[in-house]
């Protein structure tokens, strides 16, 4: 990707928090706004999901389509707010479970089956490191739903908002930056990758669930 592409990326997911945050604070009941808070998402799921041929995750995004679409016929919903707590909860803690699923006993961590298909010599080291970072991938997710909920219920509103919309992609990136770091600290010996191998490796190791009925 050129350079000026990622920068076009960023600037609109930038704008895009701060977009989402206004929205949340001003305006969180408002029928548009719930459409523009939710739908991106569900929208981004379901074109996923579709490329994949993951049948039950289409059927539960059309579910939550309908849902929505109900929600701002009747132009909107008393706690409106708690959909959006619970919008934030719901995707770390499925993100939490895809890493923590992995870790069971026999199976291949998740960050384990990447870096597999990353590196041509995978040593037992690196299979260690990786079983370790899947682990903590997933404590990492648990982390921000505390968080968030500790916000939610103790602070204002706004700085609920600020969590999500502004903390929670710039916690992940530096999360994915100090990791970087700290691998090649510790394991000097790894084999350099890229993000866009490794981004690469992650879409062609997403298994079908079968056909999309059309």
Same mark, same amino acid.
């Given at each position: 990707m050129h350079a000026w592409r990622v920068v076009a990326v960023v600037a609109a997911l930038v704008?895009?928090?701060?977009?989402?945050?206004?929205? =949340?604070?001003? !305006?969180?009941?408002?029928?548009?706004?719930?459409?523009?808070?939710?739908?991106p998402l569900l929208g981004g799921v379901s074109l996923? #999901?579709?490329?994949?041929?993951?049948?039950?995750?289409?059927?539960?995004?059309?579910?939550?389509?309908?849902?929505? #679409?109900?929600?701002?016929w009747r132009g909107g919903i008393d706690g409106i707010n708690r959909m959006y707590?619970?919008? !934030? #909860?719901?995707? !770390?803690? =499925?993100?939490?479970?895809?890493?923590?699923?992995?870790?069971r006993p026999g199976g291949t961590p998740l960050i384990t089956a990447l870096a597999q298909r990353l !590196?041509?010599?995978?040593?037992? *080291? =690196?299979?260690?490191?990786?079983?370790?970072?899947?682990?903590?991938w997933a404590a990492y997710c648990v982390a921000m739903v505390a968080v968030s909920v500790v916000l939610y219920l103790l602070a204002p509103w706004a700085w609920w908002?600020?969590?999500?919309?502004?903390?929670t992609p710039l916690a992940a990136v530096l999360f994915f930056v100090a990791e970087h770091v700290l691998r090649y600290v510790r394991h000097p010996e790894f *084999?350099?990758?890229s993000m866009r191998a490794a981004f690469r490796a992650y879409q062609e190791g997403a298994a079908p669930e079968g056909p999309v009925p059309r």
């Open positions: 704008a895009y928090a701060l977009l989402s945050h206004q929205l =949340m604070v001003h !305006h969180a009941q408002a029928p548009w706004a719930v459409a523009a808070l939710f739908g996923v #999901a579709w490329q994949r041929r993951q049948r039950w995750t289409l059927a539960a995004c059309l579910a939550l389509v309908l849902l929505l #679409a109900a929600i701002v707590v619970l919008q !934030h #909860a719901g995707i !770390h803690l =499925m993100l939490g479970w895809t890493f923590f699923s992995t870790l !590196h041509q010599r995978f040593t037992a *080291e =690196m299979r260690a490191y990786t079983r370790w970072l899947t682990g903590l908002s600020v969590f999500c919309n502004l903390l *084999e350099r990758v």
